[in-house]
T-cell receptor, first 116, second 114 residues
Framework: AQSVTQPDIHITVSEGASLELRCNYS??????LFWYVQSPGQGLQLLLK??????LVQGIKGFEAEFKRSQSSFNLRKPSVHWSDAAEYFC??????????????FGGGTRVLVKP | DSGVTQTPKHLITATGQRVTLRCSPR?????VYWYQQSLDQGLQFLIQ???????AKGNILERFSAQQFPDLHSELNLSSLELGDSALYFC?????????????FGPGTRLTVL
């Protein structure tokens, strides 16, 4: 069964500092990979996705993520965080085979706090 | 704004009651998914419909059911509600005709069972 691990439950970062959120997955093949962000009281917004090709993907709001097959990881990064980046971030994996449906399996989330 | 709409935004009800959550997918999307977000279980997949037919089922309780109508909107019915059903319920949609399987989420319905 597929699973997603986000090892860091909370991360506190100073405004202007860099941010890296870790995501490790367990799956039989290369899955679809996603990062979503959930601001307080809001729904889930897609930041970026990886299906195939270039392993460094760019997303919205200045975020990027790198897929590393050898480490089964898909870490999210931002060079300089803004106070508005305070939110909860979720990594998710989806299957390649549509025959089994297309459900997403989510990690437990990482809550990011931004210090002024 | 993802283009996925959910109503109502908030729902407060009592144990034993039945409620219906509604979702309208993005224009042209054929798949609708339901997820539950709770403090103890995190984000969990409940069920998927594709063009009116059930496609996949996750950890959905027998007290819960869903359907997708010909106009592609979907409803999630929760019955015999228990305190533990209090959660945020998300709907997502994907698969425009000829498109890729990226799921876009609605704002959610927060259900509180008292």
């Amino acid at each position: 069964a597929q699973s997603v691990t986000q090892p860091d439950i909370h991360i506190t970062v100073s405004e202007g500092a860099s941010l890296e959120l870790r995501c490790n997955y367990s799956y039989g093949a290369t899955p679809y990979l996603f990062w979503y962000v959930q601001s307080p009281g809001q729904g889930l917004q897609l930041l970026l996705k990886y299906f195939s090709g270039d392993t460094l993907v760019q997303g919205i709001k200045g975020f990027e993520a790198e897929f590393k097959r050898s480490q089964s990881s898909f870490n999210l990064r931002k060079p300089s965080v803004h106070w508005s980046d305070a939110a909860e971030y979720f990594c998710a994996v989806g299957p390649l085979s549509k025959a089994a449906g297309n459900k997403l399996t989510f990690g437990g989330g990482t809550r990011v706090l931004v210090k002024p | 704004d993802s283009g996925v709409t959910q109503t109502p935004k908030h729902l407060i009800t009592a144990t034993g009651q039945r409620v219906t959550l509604r979702c309208s997918p993005r224009s042209g999307d054929l798949s609708v998914y339901w997820y539950q977000q709770s403090l103890d279980q995190g984000l969990q997949f409940l069920i998927q419909y594709y063009n009116g037919e059930e496609r996949a089922k996750g950890n959905i309780l027998e007290r819960f059911s869903a359907q997708q109508f010909p106009d592609l909107h979907s409803e999630l019915n929760l019955s015999s509600l228990e305190l533990g059903d209090s959660a945020l319920y998300f709907c997502a949609s994907s698969v425009p005709r000829g498109g890729t399987d990226t799921q876009y989420f609605g704002p959610g319905t927060r259900l509180t069972v008292l």
